[in-house]
Structures are given as structure tokens and as C-alpha cells.
């Protein structure tokens, strides 16, 4: 416990069920070792390469004792800044509620070459709905196009010219 309570100021992150712990400073060895359970855990969670400090704990089960290692303390955790990815979602426009940008599926360009099929190359990719084909030509319209706010209707009225 004292060895726990002495380290417990560097502490950013702990997940008992998943065997976690992160904390301020971690090797980049221990942290490319269980990327994978990282990744899992990173929607809609803290991404684990931000730091947030723990600054203050609130004790949740008290005693009648002077021991305090009787009581259990639990670190509350508060943002002092947005993390990158906030600022991102912000910038686009994108909700908060989930992350849609995730440093774990990232794409490396080569500036000598185009883009073909990027979705192959990203980490974690998890292919989501039908991929379909049109053959012959087609007029494409888009969302919001001359003023009109016709969501939903615009793939159907593309395909149909």
C-alpha cells in the first residue's frame, strides 16, 4: 500500500479489468506492448498518450479510525486542458461524444504518390456498411448544394440521371 500511495501522484489512468495502469513518463516499450488494449479503449475515453493530472482524491468509504489506510482513497480526475483530439473535433466540427479522429489509425503519406484505397493502410480499420459500384455516368450532387437542404435525398437523385 505505501509503495502504491508514494507512486499514486504520477497515476494517469488505471483499468482493473483490463490489467492497466498508465502512468506520467511510461516507457514507450510498455506502451507499443499493449497498443492493441489502448486502442480498444480509446473510444470515448481519455487518449493515453495525453498526461492529466490527478489533483485532488476523495475518500469513499470512511471508518471511525485514525489509520488512514483503512479508508480507500479514489483520485478524482480533472481536465486542465483539451486534448489535441478535442481541439480537432472542435476545429471540424465534429461531435464530442465519440471520437471520430484517432491517433491509432493514422496514415502515413508519401508525397510521391497518389492516395489509393487509404482505408487498407489504417490501423484497427473496420469496414461499416455496403460497398456499391455504379456503372455508366452519373451527376453527383452534394449536400446543400444550391441552397436546397435535401439530406438523404442527394445519393438517391445522383444516381438517378
Known amino acids: 500500500m505505501e509503495k502504491y500511495a508514494a507512486k499514486l501522484d504520477q497515476l494517469s489512468f488505471a483499468n482493473i479489468e483490463k490489467g492497466i495502469l498508465l502512468r506520467k513518463d511510461m516507457n514507450k516499450e510498455a506502451t507499443e506492448k499493449n497498443r492493441h488494449i489502448f486502442d480498444e479503449l480509446s473510444r470515448g475515453a481519455l487518449q493515453y498518450k495525453d498526461y492529466v493530472e490527478l489533483s485532488t482524491y476523495r475518500c469513499l468509504a470512511f471508518t471511525n479510525k485514525d489509520d488512514s489506510e483503512d479508508q480507500k482513497m479514489v483520485p478524482i480526475v480533472r481536465i486542465t486542458r483539451d486534448s489535441f483530439r478535442v481541439k480537432l473535433h472542435k476545429l471540424f466540427n465534429l461531435p464530442l461524444v465519440i471520437p471520430c479522429l484517432r491517433s491509432a489509425q493514422a496514415v502515413t503519406f508519401a508525397p510521391s504518390k497518389l492516395l489509393r484505397s487509404p ?8 469496414p461499416r456498411g455496403v460497398v456499391s459500384v455504379v456503372k455508366g455516368d452519373y451527376r453527383y450532387h452534394h449536400y446543400m448544394q444550391d441552397g436546397m437542404d435535401d439530406a438523404g435525398l ?8
Do not use: E, R, T
Open 119 to 126: 482505408h487498407i493502410h489504417i490501423s484497427n480499420y473496420k
Open 154 to 161: 442527394f445519393v438517391v437523385v445522383s444516381f438517378s440521371h
